[in-house]
């Protein structure tokens, strides 16, 4: 059985070759219909990549907390984008905060264009880089011209609810988001149980991955610890799903069962239509949840 620990790291091709590639630049936790613009743009101009940064939350003192896309799905997700990418599926790269953090802006650029190689870059209108987030988009796109990269700078992909977050505060601690489709928004959401408001912001329906290490069945519902779930659940309710498992989810339509997720504060339980059905998801090591909406 494969540990818990081990879904959570994020889907990221750190050696896949970003030589004349069009990296996006951003956090990329979400996946959400901003962060999918940006890969949109990409697409347009080459080969896209989301170009992120691993370690963020340890060397900045961040409080752990479990990302809004599992990293075992996040693969699935940059599928969907595809249909938006002219058919390409966008990779994701990883570079270490740590090694790159004292980099100032002009540094990180010429990385970009020396060491990774890339052929333009692509980045969010309210976007800080350099050390100290000493760099804005007007000096990412002057550095892109003095370093040959094509640069294009996408506006914010603004929240279609009429009623505001008056005080978005991002993950990094910044107010930079108000009135956009942004990560804090889609906790914000989850933490409301609101899968509807989810589906908007994500663009996709919400799905949390489930392992099924030391689940209890019983009848027909299967019990498991809240620490078995990889990725952002919503607030403890009650939920019509669909559950499957989550290698096959999306391509062998007969292992999908309707079902009902309660989650508390300690557990979760899977209530399947009767006793046989509970037991067949029990084989399976790990589940994905699909919720409705």
């Known amino acids: 059985m494969m540990g818990t620990a081990a879904f959570h790291q994020p889907l990221a091709s750190a050696g896949c070759d970003l030589a004349g590639g069009v990296v996006a630049l951003g956090k990329f936790d979400a996946l959400h ?11 347009e101009i080459g080969i896209p990549f ?16 479990l990302p809004v896309v599992a990293g075992c799905d996040r693969k699935r997700v940059m599928g969907l984008w595809s249909h938006y990418c002219r058919g390409i599926v966008p990779q994701e790269y990883n570079l270490d905060f740590a090694k790159v953090r004292s980099l100032s802006p002009q540094q990180f650029v010429e990385k970009l264009a020396k060491e990774l190689d890339v052929k333009g870059v692509v980045a969010g209108s309210n976007y800080r880089f350099g050390y100290k987030a000493a760099g804005d988009v007007t000096d990412l796109v002057r550095l892109c011209k003095e370093y040959g990269l094509e640069a294009s700078i996408v506006n914010p992909v ?19 988001e108000r009135g956009q489709v942004s990560t804090t928004r889609v906790r914000k959401a ?27 069945q019983s009848g027909n519902a299967l019990t498991l610890s809240i620490s078995n779930v990889l990725n952002q659940p919503p607030c403890m309710g009650a939920y019509n799903c669909i559950v499957g498992p989550q290698e096959k989810f999306d391509g062998n339509v007969s292992e999908l069962l309707l079902a009902q997720l309660k989650i508390d504060a300690s557990q979760i339980e899977v209530v ?10 029990a084989r399976f090591s790990t589940i994905a949840v699909e919720f409705a909406v």
């Open 50 to 65: 989301l170009l992120s940064f691993s370690g963020m939350a340890q060397v900045l003192g961040w409080e752990p907390r």
């Open 272 to 281: 399947l239509e009767d006793k046989t059905l509970a037991e067949r998801v």
């Open 158 to 176: 603004m929240d279609r609810q009429e009623v505001t977050i008056s005080a978005d505060v991002g993950d990094d601690g910044s107010s930079r």
């Open 33 to 43: 219909v901003g962060h999918r613009a940006l890969a949109e743009r990409a697409a």
């Open 190 to 216: 989850l933490a409301a149980g609101d899968l509807k408001r989810v589906a908007d912001l994500l663009g996709r329906k919400h799905r949390i991955i489930l392992n099924l290490h030391n689940s209890v």
